[in-house]
Each structure stands twice: as C-alpha cells, then as structure tokens.
C-alpha cells in the first residue's frame, strides 16, 4: 500500500532553498493605495421608518438630510486608516409618534440638528466633534393610571419577539479563533448646545393626584464632554442649564 500522506510530507525539493527575504516579500499581503474623495454631498435625504406597535402603526422619521464631506481619504479599511478632513451635518424636522393608546401626536420631535467636525481619524485614541446644536428638543412622557408608560410602550413595541427569537436556531459555531476586537476611540463633544428645549411630563398612576410637569424656554450647554474614555486624568465637562 502506499500512503500519499507519508510521501508528502517524506518528500524534500532538491536545490537551495529561496532567501528569506524572497519568501517573506511573497507571501506579503498586498498593499491598496488610498482613495481620496475631495468633496462628497449628499442632500435632501427624507427618510420614513413604519412599525406595529401595541397593535397599531407607528411612524418615525425626518424631512430632511443634508451631508457634506471634505478630503475623505480610505485607506485599509480593516486596519480603520479613514481620514475626514472635515464633516458638516444637518438635520430637521424630526418626529416620533406616539404609541397606541396615547394621547398626543408626538412623543418627541426636534426642529433641527447640526454637527460639525474637523481632522477624524478613526485611528486615533480619540475622535473629536468640534460642536453639535439641537434646536427646540422636545419630549412628551406620559405614565397612565395602568402604570403603562408611552416610552415603555414604546421600547416593548419596537424589541423582537422573545419566542421568535427562541425558536431561531443557533449560528454555526466556529472553530477559528476571533480576532481580538479593537478598543473603541474615546469621543470628545468640545461644545454642545441645546436651545428652545421643552418637555410634558404626566404621571397617573400616582396614589391620589396625578403629577403633570411642564417645562418650556430649556437651553442647555456642554463643554469638553468626554464619552467612552478610560483617562482618569482627562479634564471634566462642565455644564449650563436653564428652563421655565
């Protein structure tokens, strides 16, 4: 009998074998150049997003969309090396329905939203946004007399099905090992503002009288907000607010 196996493994090329330096230019991954995108705009993106919550349609969405990118430059994507030169974003007239069985048109809605960003480097330890605004914020939270609450509602309405995701067989398992997954930058917000802020606050499932709160004219602004950092040393944020 002859073993293919053995003989494989037995069999020894004849000849000097290739330079190291040889072998390991071969089997080097291949390099892409960078893509650089000089200007990039997308304007008037509408979008409309539909759900069936506590029996009932629900909507969400915005009128308007507008994105506008400059020196974009994609390198490895697997490695992160993107740079943006510079971000502008802007967003209005967004609204959220509120669920069946809810007074109110709207559980919250936000007249509009601007960002605003400069040198993003998705390899640095730290992604910078230069300033955010939000214009007239504002939020209607309601608690019935059930003790039912419409963001509650909400969030319930929205998440999957326990049984149906029961039911869902397990992914085949793999028996690679995974790569080990990159910390994620730190994001520092230099200046946040919000302006013409309002929210109605209602409970009845109080004992004896129902709390309604009302509070109209907020603003608020935030300097130096640090998110996901693990920088015991890094500056705290400071903060200003007011409201009638």
């Known amino acids: 009998d002859i073993n293919l196996r053995e003989l494989i ?14 072998v390991s230019a071969s089997n080097a991954a291949t390099v892409f150049p960078a893509v650089v995108f000089e200007d990039i705009q997308l304007k008037s993106i509408a979008l409309q997003a539909l759900a069936v919550v506590n029996e009932k349609q629900w909507r969400s969405g915005f009128d308007q969309l507008d994105i506008e990118l400059k020196e974009l430059v994609v390198g490895d994507v697997s490695q992160k090396a993107v740079t943006l030169g510079r971000l502008s974003l802007k967003l209005t007239g967004a609204a959220m329905e509120q669920p069946n069985g809810f007074e109110g048109d709207a559980l919250a809605t936000l007249a509009a939203l601007t960002v605003n960003a400069e040198g993003l480097d998705l390899n640095a330890p730290t992604l910078a946004v230069k300033d955010i605004t939000a214009t007239q914020p504002y939020a209607r939270l309601v608690v019935r007399d059930d003790g039912a609450s419409n963001l509650q509602t909400l969030i319930d309405g929205l998440s999957p099905n326990e049984t149906q ?8 398992s793999d028996s690679k090992q995974p790569l080990p997954a990159r910390a994620l930058p730190a994001l520092l917000f230099e200046n946040v503002q919000v ?33 996901f950092d693990s920088d015991a040393e890094a500056k705290p944020a400071s903060a200003e607010a007011a409201f009638e």
């Open 165 to 172: 995701t029961l039911d869902k067989a397990p992914p085949p």
């Open 195 to 227: 302006t013409g802020g309002a929210m109605d606050l209602r409970n009845e499932s109080l004992p004896e009288t129902a709390l309604a709160l009302a509070i109209e004219k907020a603003k608020m602004s935030l300097s130096g907000l640090r998110l």
């Open 9 to 22: 493994r037995s069999w020894v090329p004849e000849g000097p074998s290739p330079p190291a330096a040889e």
